[in-house]
């Protein structure tokens, strides 16, 4: 069983920074991706920013060059590192893990088959 939780969300004015972690418990393949997703009230989910076991890493559009996933293998827990925020990142932020993935694999949102519950990231003007 795998089971994921967010935690590092806030409330932060523009330009500030924050870092999510995901802690995972539970095994997973010696192949994954992780991911960060959010939601914006009234637009749909979105894929953030996204790592495999390899090391590669994808990021929307958005935020490149604004935010940094990583991960700690040796604790079961990845980051997303957020700098520049901007009013337009507030969402729910959610951690995901697609088990038996690597990005070159293009693993979209429904090869994500686990999810953490959630934390909320507010970025004041």
């Known amino acids: 069983q795998v089971q994921l939780g967010e935690s590092g969300g806030g409330s932060v004015q523009s330009g500030g920074s924050l870092r999510l972690s995901c802690a995972v418990s539970?095994?997973?393949?010696?192949?994954?991706?992780l991911a960060w997703f959010r939601q914006a009230p009234g637009k749909e989910r979105e894929e953030v920013a996204a790592?495999?076991?390899?090391?590669?890493?994808r990021y929307a559009d958005s935020v490149k060059g604004r935010f940094i996933i990583s991960q700690e293998k040796v604790k079961n827990t990845h980051y997303l590192q957020m700098n520049s925020l901007k009013p337009e990142d507030t969402a729910m932020y959610y951690c995901?893990?697609?088990?038996?993935?690597?990005?070159?694999?293009?693993?979209?949102?429904?090869?994500?088959?686990?999810w953490g519950q959630g934390t909320k990231v507010s970025v004041s003007s």
């Open positions: 539970g095994t997973l393949y010696t192949t994954y991706s």
């Open positions: 995901a893990a697609a088990n038996g993935w690597f990005l070159r694999y293009d693993p979209r949102e429904g090869n994500f088959g686990y």
């Open positions: 790592i495999d076991t390899d090391g590669s890493t």
